[in-house]
């Protein structure tokens, strides 16, 4: 079975700041990784996902994440946050084996942004 | 292009009540998906179809039953809704590319139980 854990529910940055959420993962066999975000009221949207080779990925609005096998962790970063990065971020992780795509979620963490 | 959408955006329903979520998608995906999200919880799956004709449990799946009606369209069914079933519900579609299946959401169905 595969699991998520995002560490810190709540994560507060000023403006300009830099973004670290944390994500770590169990899996059993080689993951797919990914992170969402999710605005008020909204459905989820990809931000970046990882799947094989570069271990450092880039996503949209200036995020990357890097996989790290050896600490199971795919946190994602951005240099410097922006009032419209406040969301909530989820990181999700999908069997390679599988063949339908079921990701399982972590809890989420919702990042605020700080004038 | 829509994506995925779904209907309706919000319900209200008593104890006992019954009701079918709607979600359909114009991508072309073979895959479909339906979750839960509640706070502090993440987004569950309760049931999923790989593809046209096939449908399997998900993590949550008692109380809920679901219909591949065909290639677009996927709908969950609460037969007896219970209060325990107020949640956001999201459907999503996914097709297999560049080795990995990127889902697309839906906007959600907020669903309330009394």
């Known amino acids: 079975a595969q699991s998520v854990t995002q560490l810190g529910s709540h994560v507060s940055v000023s403006e300009g700041a830099l973004v670290l959420l944390r994500c770590n993962y169990s899996?059993?066999?080689?993951?797919?990784l990914f992170w969402y975000v999710q605005y008020p009221n909204q459905g989820l949207q990809l931000l970046l996902k990882y799947t094989t080779g570069a271990t450092l990925v880039k996503g949209i609005n200036g995020f990357e994440a890097e996989f790290k096998k050896s600490e199971t962790s795919f946190h994602l970063t951005k240099p410097s946050a922006h009032m419209s990065d406040a969301a909530e971020y989820f990181c999700?992780?999908?069997?390679?084996?599988?063949?339908?795509?079921?990701?399982?979620f972590g809890q989420g963490t919702i990042l605020t942004v700080h004038p | 292009n829509a994506g995925v959408t779904q209907t309706p955006k919000f319900q209200v329903l008593k104890t006992g009540q019954s009701m079918t979520l709607q979600c359909a998608q114009d991508m072309n995906h073979n895959s479909m998906y339906w979750y839960r999200q509640d706070p502090g919880m993440g987004l569950r799956l309760i049931y999923y179809?790989?593809?046209?004709?096939?449908?399997d449990k998900g993590e949550v799946p008692n109380g809920y039953n679901v219909s591949r009606l065909n290639k677009r369209e996927f709908s969950l069914r609460l037969e007896s809704a219970a209060p325990s079933q107020t949640s956001v519900y999201f459907c999503a579609s996914s097709e297999r590319g560049q080795g990995a299946y990127e889902q697309y959401f839906g906007p959600g169905t907020r669903l309330t139980v009394t």
């Open positions: 999700a992780v999908s069997d390679l084996w599988t063949s339908y795509g079921k990701l399982t």
């Open positions: 179809s790989a593809s046209e004709g096939t449908t």
């Open positions: 899996s059993s066999v080689p993951p797919y």
